[in-house]
């Protein structure tokens, strides 16, 4: 049988980011894939090497915008382990809160799409729907529904009101009762059986091959999750049960997100009743020379920062590792010999995000913004005028 | 294997490849080794003592390039930091990437940004940066400059 190579992307017609995967399919099945990325490489790396230590935690914030305390948490860890130092009770325990609600905000978001990918409407619109209570729990927290700006080195920047937290508690329950129902509907449908179960397997050893982590890893058999194995803030004092199933295939990865997000519910609960009092920030003055490792578990698996410092105030080195990096690969192990229609949902069980993978930047000019919000638009019109002309629609 | 066991072991079983060994808390480990080292140290760590392997850092010191290969043993809470030193007008050192696929990526990655050549790897296209990114050119050394009179990076932002 001949071979076709069926391009996707750059501008994938699903997912939101730009990367180029090129098929190689016989008839309907996959013999060889390739993936081609850096679309959107930022240079965020460089960029935070001219920041201060505070300003960094503001740039990689931006690194991406559903991990949006992923990164500022382990640059956080990374600049607390160059010199020993601890961080104060309260502020450990308020990190908790915001990175188990990015968590399960996450996990939602990357349900609704799957749903989306499977062909499945109902349950991205309603899946979206319950996201939103966690986006309300969040701004109040922290004032916005992403990007919440909490982190800086030695604490938080903001503390949580008394009177709040029933407001939260409330918002954060309010999603068990419609999580519990799509944790059952997912376990029953046939549908979504017919369409995940025993598709893209990744197996044990080629999981620890690629060294795949967090959901990706976790659904092939493999335990591993930064929160029990390195245990930081203060997960080590809580009750909460790591998710891993066997099977590798997609059915095992949604399975493991929704479960997940029903612990996270716990921790928040757990953290938001236990929040001791006292102070949120140690106030660092000063980063000494050295160097340090940062890591957590993000919602795609683990997050890696490594911090070096010469004394000044600012990073010399300040390398940063997205999970979709280690994950990624695997597409290697799992789309070959499967059908060109499950591969958008293999690729996409990994929740890949290719911003964070690039980590990229920023564009201005001497602080002059290059297009704004009305010149795209302008420039959209004029296109839209050329095109009408050069094919004879009337004016 | 405990903490210690684990540590007697690799210094035993590695004990002219080790330059310098730093403790420097209970949860990680620095050590500076012998770059022709690296891929029996990182195979040792991977495959007999059950490492994840979490990534690479590459720096430019200006006088040397510098690579800390980080590996996680989970089961104690520790993680390992392989420092080598390599010259930086012509930074070489053997692929992992060849043997193991989770050293594939992050060596391509440090083969474009800083330079160094991985000897033997299987696959040493651009990853993160254009195709049409000049050669010789790598822009997180630190002497770097903008090559391009078109582009906005490095205006200062």
């Known amino acids: 049988m001949g071979r076709t190579i069926v391009p996707i992307g750059p501008y994938h017609p699903l997912q939101e980011e730009p990367e180029f995967f090129s098929l190689t399919v016989e008839g309907e099945r996959v013999v060889d894939i390739d ?120 604490g938080v920047r903001r503390d949580i009101k008394e009177s709040d937290i029933p407001d939260v508690l409330r918002k954060v329950e309010s999603i068990v009762g419609t999580l519990e129902m799509l944790r059952d ?10 369409r995940t179960k025993g598709v893209g397997v990744l197996t044990k050893e080629k999981s620890i091959e690629f060294s795949a982590l967090g959901p990706t890893s976790r659904a092939s058999g493999v335990a591993r999750d930064v929160r029990k194995d390195s245990p930081y803030a203060v997960y080590d004092r809580l009750d909460w ?32 009743l236990n929040l001791p009092g006292g102070e949120i920030d140690a106030k660092i003055k000063n980063v000494p020379p050295g160097e340090g490792v940062g890591h957590i578990e993000a919602p795609r698996g683990e997050t890696f920062h490594y911090v070096r410092s ?35 949902i293999i690729l996409a069980a990994i929740d890949p995000c290719y911003c964070c993978t690039e980590r990229m930047a920023v564009r201005d000019v001497d602080g002059a913004r290059l297009y704004d919000g009305q010149d795209l638009i302008r420039l959209s019109q004029l296109k839209t005028e050329r095109l009408r002309k050069e094919l004879g629609f009337g004016s | 294997m405990t903490r210690e066991e684990v540590l007697k072991d690799i210094r035993s079983k590695f004990e002219g490849e080790i330059l310098d060994f730093c403790d420097k808390s209970p949860h990680r480990v620095y050590m500076e080794i012998r770059p022709e080292a690296i891929v029996p140290m990182a195979s040792h760590l991977f495959l007999d003592l059950g490492a994840r392997f979490n990534i690479a850092s590459g720096m430019d010191m200006m006088d040397r390039i510098e690579i800390l290969y980080h590996h996680t043993l989970e089961d104690l809470n520790l993680m390992i930091s392989l420092r080598v030193r390599l010259d930086r007008d012509n930074p070489e050192i053997d692929s992992m990437g060849a043997k193991l696929e989770a050293y594939n990526w992050i060596e391509r990655e440090i083969a474009e940004i800083l330079g160094v050549r991985f000897r033997g790897h299987p696959d040493m296209r651009h990853l993160l940066l254009a195709d049409n990114w000049p050669d010789g050119v790598y822009p997180l050394r630190q002497d770097y400059e903008e090559w391009d009179p078109s582009a906005i990076r490095d205006r200062g932002v």
Not at chain 1, 241 to 269: A, Y
């Open chain 1, 35 to 154: 993936v081609r990325i850096g679309y959107n490489h930022r240079g965020i790396e460089k960029l935070s090497e001219r920041k201060n230590f505070d300003q960094s935690t503001f740039v990689i914030e931006r690194i991406c915008g559903i991990c949006s305390t992923s990164h500022p948490f382990a640059y956080t860890r990374a600049v607390e382990d160059i010199f020993p130092m601890d961080v104060p009770e309260r502020a450990k325990y308020i990190r908790t809160i915001i990175a188990e609600g990015e968590r399960i905000h996450s996990h939602l978001l990357w349900l609704g799409l799957a749903g989306h990918f499977l062909g499945y409407n109902t349950v991205y619109m309603w899946v979206w729907k319950l996201r939103e209570e966690i986006l309300d729990a969040m701004e109040i927290l922290s004032g916005n529904r992403n990007n919440y700006a909490m982190f800086k080195p030695g």
């Open chain 1, 185 to 194: 509907a997912i376990m029953d449908d046939p549908v979504i059986h017919a």
């Open chain 1, 241 to 272: 049960d790591m998710i891993v199933t066997q099977n590798g295939d997609v059915f095992d990865k949604v399975v493991v997100r929704v479960l997940e997000m029903l612990e996270s519910v716990k921790i928040i609960r757990a953290c938001l």
């Open chain 1, 310 to 344: 010469d004394g000044t105030n600012r990073p010399v080195r300040h390398k940063v590792r997205a999970p979709t990096f280690m994950n990624l690969p695997t597409y290697k192990a799992t789309v070959v010999g499967e059908t060109i229609s499950d591969a958008t």
